[in-house]
């Protein structure tokens, strides 16, 4: 949640943009999966097996990717459910060409309407039920997560598959940061938790005992902040359950990498561009400042202040609002980029996504500090519902989930914005990244931030060709 900006704090982002200064609950519903029996085909293919050693390396080979239930961590909005379907067509093009069974592959946004599906706890004990008898592992991946469906394979077959398993890459935290509430001050280094864009893995054992413990203590009406970290908390349950083990070959690599021959995964990272960069003058921008520049307002009556001046006061041919707070660093540049990959047609809220009381119903929110996006369609639906602050002071990013969770309007994430400064989150986490935002200037020193993390790069990648910038695009 971003705090009031300070007067003497200052706002620094490549721009040539307009710039203006100025808690329903959810239902938890088991989701609808098709779960195929195979026990019958199994027996009738045993004397097949007999005959044959090749075509019985095949069939084990078969069973046991059908044995892993693929779960990519999608999102409903058109460009990001779009990324997931190819995805998963290619996970079952690659198990049909090798002549495999094909395994289940599911979109966690097609799954359940529940809310907090995308913090995946409160789905284990649906997981548990329908897979728990017949898989060994569940793989989860992001949508923009390469797989290498036979080394997958032969990576978790040296795993015993009957023990409980937390795999992948591991992350940690070089020194005590609050996004992580300075978790293990003394030494941050010894906790590791998973790099979702390599992908990770539980173990059926795992999940099954994840579910109980579930039923019986039901997950916290509390705030997601960093899932991945608070996933590895979950399970290590204080020393009780498994640490993470790192997996080398789950990998953030780019597939073009000469690093990748061992990889059974790897990342598309970089900056996503579906065709030309929106204009600059199709994006309003707002700074959240003090007192001093807006009145009496407080700090949600600021932000509600600028979502009617852009809808009722701008160019109603500007499709993109965008507000910050006073001390973050934003690269418009590459932000104009990213929105090339949304319709503003559509009700886009964009940002860096937080939860509050997903696990016993809440809702989502984009956290303030990162920087929030949305389409002029999000804005004029918005308003028309007539919800507003439940107080001027109230929190604003947060209201703002509410309402949008009421409207049914569903938050976008984008891991590209940052709520905290580049040295709150792991180097190997930011190095598959090309950021858009990040947030504060406490104990560094933002310009140096900006042009080590934000600036466009003398040289910087736009399609395959390197393009130099002039120094407007600061």
């Given amino acids: 949640m971003s705090r009031e900006p300070g007067c003497n704090r200052w706002l620094l982002f490549a721009a040539c943009a307009h710039l203006f200064f100025l808690l329903p609950p959810l239902r938890t519903r088991a989701f609808a999966v098709n779960v195929v029996r195979e026990s019958a085909e199994d027996e009738t ?13 095949i069939s084990k080979t078969s069973r046991e990717l059908k044995e892993i239930v693929f779960i990519i961590q999608s999102q409903s909005n058109s460009f990001h459910s779009k990324r997931a379907e190819d995805l998963k067509r290619d996970i079952l093009k690659q198990a049909a060409d090798l002549g495999k069974e094909l395994p289940t592959v599911l979109l966690i946004h097609q799954m ?3 809310e907090g599906a995308w913090t995946i ?5 649906d997981f548990s039920v329908t897979y ?4 060994s592992w569940i793989f989860f991946c992001e949508e923009d997560t390469r797989i290498q469906v036979v080394k997958l394979l032969e990576t978790l077959g040296r795993f015993d598959e009957s023990k409980e398993w937390f795999l992948g890459k591991a992350l940690y935290d070089e020194e005590s940061t609050i996004i992580h509430h300075y978790a293990f001050a003394e030494n941050p280094t010894v906790f590791k938790f998973p790099d979702f864009a390599a992908g990770w893995a539980l173990s059926i054992p795992l999940v099954n005992k994840l579910a109980k413990k579930l039923k019986s203590e039901p997950l916290k009406s509390d705030f997601t902040i960093d899932l991945k970290h608070e996933i590895a908390l979950y399970i290590w349950q204080n020393g009780e359950g498994p640490h993470l083990t790192p997996v080398p070959e789950f990998c953030t ?3 073009n990498s000469y690093k990748v021959d061992h990889c059974a995964t790897t990342f598309s990272n970089f900056l996503p561009l579906c065709g030309e960069p929106v204009k600059k003058e199709d994006v309003f921008v707002a700074v959240k400042t003090c007192r001093k520049f807006h009145g009496d307002r407080s700090h949600c009556g600021k932000t509600f202040a600028i979502l009617e001046r852009f809808l009722n006061h701008s160019s109603p041919r500007t499709p993109w609002l965008v507000i910050v707070d006073d001390d973050t660093l934003i690269s418009i540049f590459r932000l104009r980029k990213l929105l090339s990959c949304y319709d503003p047609n559509e009700p886009v809220f964009l940002g860096e996504r937080y939860g509050y009381g997903l696990g016993t119903g809440g809702y989502s929110y984009i956290t303030g500090g990162g920087g929030m996006v949305f389409s002029r369609t999000a804005v004029r639906k918005l308003l028309a519902s007539k919800c507003r602050c439940y ?8 209201v703002l989930g509410m309402c949008f969770s009421g409207l049914g309007i569903p938050i976008t994430h984008s891991p590209l914005f940052h709520q905290a400064r580049p040295m709150d989150y792991p180097k ?4 598959h990244q090309i950021p858009v935002s990040f947030h504060k200037h406490w104990n560094i020193d933002p310009v140096k931030v900006y042009f080590t993390w934000l600036a466009p790069h003398t040289e910087e990648s736009l399609n395959g060709r390197k393009v130099a910038y002039n120094r407007e695009d600061l």
């Fill in 132 to 135: 728990g008898r017949n898989s």
């Fill in 253 to 255: 690599d780019d597939v």
């Fill in 428 to 431: 190997g986490y930011l190095s």
């Fill in 112 to 114: 359940d309407r529940h």
């Fill in 45 to 57: 293919e045993l004397p097949l097996l007999q005959k044959s050693e090749k075509r019985g390396t």
């Fill in 391 to 398: 107080s001027m002071d109230a929190p604003d990013d947060m």
């Fill in 121 to 125: 706890l409160p789905l284990m004990r």
